[in-house]
Antibody, heavy 120, light 108 residues
């Protein structure tokens, strides 16, 4: 069974760092991009970027480039999304999802989401 | 960046009605790398349609997608109670990938 399991909810203060995770199982981890999507409270979906776990090649949305870092550890089939200095505007639900590397495909399996709350 | 504009923002409908949702792209797609997702409160998005018109696994045939170029449509032939949700279109062919702003289908 394909699963993407994300780390638990986080409460942080502005300026703090954070790394959340997304563990894939039940499929060939290096055959699928991991994509990260932000959903701010009551708002729509925003594509942040993705990573090819086979070689760590990444794409970022211009809206998120420089503010977050996407990484992966294929030895433990886990992808990460990290911030070095959180802002209150980073408060959101963050989802990971997978899609094929070989050809463009839509994300078919999603993680359950990680809620990040940034508040002083 | 390809901007996807969904309309209308909200639809108020009754079970059994037919619904048509629109997604317009700011530039034409060379391939129909356009998907539709359904999202219910507290849950991740669920893939309904990919390749503009192909139903994902286990998606009922009352859901259908169509369109090409810059204009795409999701049709639900007959609304079931479980279909009341927010629907998003998504282009996955050109980086940066983008989502539309969503259409909420609510019970009238």
């Amino acid at each position: 069974e394909v699963q993407l399991v994300q780390s638990g909810a986080e409460v942080k203060k502005p300026g703090e760092s954070l790394k959340i995770s997304c563990k894939g199982s039940g499929y060939s981890f290096t055959s699928y991009w991991i994509t990260w999507v932000r959903q701010m409270p009551g708002k729509g979906l925003e594509w942040m970027g993705n990573i090819d776990p086979s070689d760590s090649y990444k794409n970022y949305s211009p809206s998120f480039q420089g503010h977050v870092t996407i990484s992966t550890d294929k030895s433990i089939t886990t992808a990460y999304l990290q911030w070095t200095s959180l802002k209150t505007s980073d408060t959101a639900m963050y989802y990971c999802a997978r899609h094929l590397v070989a050809v463009p495909t839509a994300p078919d399996y999603w993680g359950q989401g990680t809620l990040v709350t940034v508040s002083s | 960046e390809i901007v996807l504009t969904q309309s209308p923002g909200t639809l108020s409908l009754s079970p059994g009605e037919r619904v048509t949702l629109s997604c317009r792209a700011s530039q034409s797609f060379t391939s129909n790398f356009l998907a539709w997702f359904q999202q219910k409160p507290g849950l991740p998005p669920r893939l309904l349609i990919y390749g503009a018109s192909r139903r994902a696994t286990d998606i009922p045939d009352r859901f259908s997608g169509s369109g090409s170029g810059t204009d795409f449509t999701l049709t639900i032939s007959r609304l079931e109670p479980e279909d009341f949700a927010v629907y998003y279109c998504h282009q996955y062919g050109i980086s940066p990938l983008t989502f539309g702003g969503g259409t909420k289908v609510e019970i009238k």
